[in-house]
């Protein structure tokens, strides 16, 4: 309750029990109680309905042939919580057009969309991190209408909202990345290529668990098994064609009706009724 302290409950204690624990022993069987009273519950996630997707801590690295010079790459982990069925690619940043690509590739990889994307408040997803409701870019708001679901970036301060996705992390550091560590690669299609190889050797891994009162092991099949048994169908299908991410800028239309886009050094034409106004370009 808002404004309860233990010494308030320990006051109440004395009223009840005159002769009762001192100040000291109150706190430390109160320690012992709250511990034990700490709980802890099995999420059951629906088939088809989220897709979680968050970057390794820990970066892989590629050669230069030539210098022998190592550069860091990102790594991205996508997962249906539901089967457990997991996506890996290695990427060179965690930019928006690096971020979009390899969720365009994991819904593909999938084979279908899921109602909703759980990712994590990366600069890349979110224009404005919030506790509550955080502000999606514009690009992944296409992103999300293109494959008809919903983005929810985790809330900060969170941990609990990404539990499930930073326990496949654990997994992929266990069985994807300790078989690559004498490996070397001297660019990101070799090191996908062999990330590829050990993704599909983990999601056809045979899962099992331990039934005490029989005390045997039983199999629980793979994730892919999982996937394809329980939740494929449930995901919806996909557009004709992945998605291509736009860019957005503003510029103002000239008199001669035409804006001018730097990025390419180009002039396009634009209706006359906008002549002089500032509008918003969108582009691939």
């Known amino acids: 309750m808002p404004g309860c302290t233990r010494e308030t409950l320990w006051q109440e204690y004395l009223q009840k029990y005159p002769e009762g624990y001192g100040y000291t022993q109150f706190n430390e069987h109160l320690n012992?109680?709250?511990?034990?009273?700490?709980?802890?519950?099995?999420?059951?996630?629906?088939?088809?309905?989220?897709?979680?997707?968050?970057?390794?801590?820990?970066?892989?690295r590629i050669a230069d042939k030539e210098s022998g010079e190592l550069r860091d790459v990102e790594v991205f982990v996508g997962i249906l919580?539901?089967?457990?069925?997991?996506?890996?690619?290695?990427?060179?940043?965690?930019?928006?057009?690096?971020?979009?690509?390899?969720?365009?590739?994991?819904?593909?990889?999938?084979?279908?969309?899921?109602?909703?994307?759980?990712?994590?408040?990366?600069?890349?997803?979110?224009?404005?991190?919030?506790?509550?409701e955080a502000v999606l870019n514009k690009s992944l708001k296409a992103f999300a209408l293109h494959y008809n679901c919903v983005v929810n970036p985790t809330r900060t301060y969170s941990p609990q909202d990404k539990a499930l996705v930073e326990g496949a992390v654990k997994l992929v550091?266990?069985?994807?990345?300790?078989?690559?560590?004498?490996?070397?690669?001297?660019?990101?299609e070799d090191l996908n290529r062999q990330l590829k190889a050990e993704l599909e050797k983990y999601n056809n891994y045979l899962m099992n668990t331990y039934q005490a009162s029989i005390a045997h092991f039983l199999h629980l099949g793979s994730r892919k098994k999982l996937f394809l048994d329980q939740e494929q169908?449930?995901?919806?299908?996909?557009?004709?064609?992945?998605?291509?991410?736009?860019?957005?800028?503003?510029a103002k239309v000239q008199k001669m009706g035409y804006i001018y886009l730097s990025d390419n050094k180009n002039y396009y034409s634009v209706p006359y009724r906008y002549i002089g106004k500032m509008v918003e370009l969108q582009y691939n």
């Open 32 to 60: 012992k109680w709250l511990n034990k009273a700490k709980v802890s519950g099995k999420l059951n996630h629906k088939a088809g309905e989220k897709v979680f997707g968050d970057y390794c801590r820990k970066k892989l």
């Open 81 to 132: 919580p539901c089967s457990g069925h997991t996506f890996v690619e290695a990427s060179y940043s965690q930019k928006r057009e690096d971020f979009i690509g390899s969720m365009n590739n994991c819904l593909q990889f999938y084979g279908g969309s899921p109602k909703a994307i759980v990712t994590d408040n990366l600069k890349a997803a979110v224009s404005k991190a919030s506790k509550y």
């Open 173 to 188: 550091y266990q069985r994807i990345y300790f078989p690559l560590r004498n490996m070397i690669f001297f660019s990101l």
């Open 233 to 250: 169908a449930y995901l919806q299908s996909l557009p004709p064609a992945p998605y291509q991410i736009r860019h957005y800028k503003r």
